[in-house]
């Protein structure tokens, strides 16, 4: 890989959010590594790369470290909340005691056919993840929200998510657990963070997202430009408005492979954003 500058408008400042696994994270085996010589070029450029994840702040701040991206800001929890630059884990976890407190309030019926990680072992949580013994324990260190599997039919279902939201309760489906929390998403903190930025920059910021499961779809489509990373372990996205006006395309493989395969993604990306602004 060369050393030039990624392509992008002259005098714009990129920004990416990216979600973990399936995108920046191999969806089996959580490896990164093939997105090094992206990664590499970020940090060269000290373009700020912000993960946004499903994942507690316990699991999102050993990474960002490994990563070289601590000095920038985490998305956690699907949103439910965000974990500051340079910060190990907030000191928040009594929000997640009062939604589990207003999730057993429920019909002991309804309740029983979700299943969150409250429920579950450090062991079963390594089964139903992959994660080892000690990510497994990291992934339980919750402080705003409560993922888990949904074991009833669709009516059920629907009568449980009623039940929660008349108590605040927000739900987002991932690629692998229905979430529960007190709201705020990926979306909403992608405009937080970007509004603090864009006020102490003096060149315009674009926000530039990474997505692949439906909780990924409000972040792809309030960034500038999104990416959909197809993911073959659940169903495709539907189509976006974004993929209309060539705001929001599709990667055309799998994983962290438009990190490996774009050299890394800035000619896609400037190709894009060019062609959109003009």
Known sequence: MDNEPPLIPAG????FFTDLDGTLLDHETYDWSPAEPALE??????????LASSKTAAEIAPLRVALGFSHCP??????????????????????????????NALPVDLRAHFRGFAD???????????LSEAEADLAR???FSEPGNWRGNETEMQEFL??????????????????????????????????????????????????DAPNDIGMLEVADY???????????????????TGRIWRAQAAGTSPFRKSPPIFPMTAKRVRHSKS
């Open 12 to 15: 714009h400042e990129p920004v």
């Open 41 to 50: 070029r970020l940090r060269q450029h000290n373009i700020p790369l912000i």
């Open 74 to 103: 985490a998305i956690v929890e699907n949103g439910s909340g965000v974990l500051a630059p340079d910060e190990g884990r907030p000191n928040a976890n009594r929000t997640y005691y009062r939604l589990i407190s207003e999730l």
């Open 120 to 130: 579950l072992s450090v062991d079963e949580i390594r089964k139903v993840t992959g």
């Open 141 to 143: 260190m919750r402080d």
């Open 162 to 211: 009623s039940l929660l939201a008349q108590r605040g309760i927000s739900n987002r489906m991932g690629g692998r657990f229905l979430t529960l929390s007190f709201g705020a998403d990926k979306a909403n903190r992608l405009v937080e963070i970007m509004t603090g930025m864009r006020a102490h920059s003096a060149k315009p910021r674009e926000a530039i997202a990474l997505g």
């Open 226 to 244: 999104g990416i959909i990373i197809i993911n073959p372990a659940h169903a495709a996205l539907p189509h976006l408005k974004g993929e209309d």
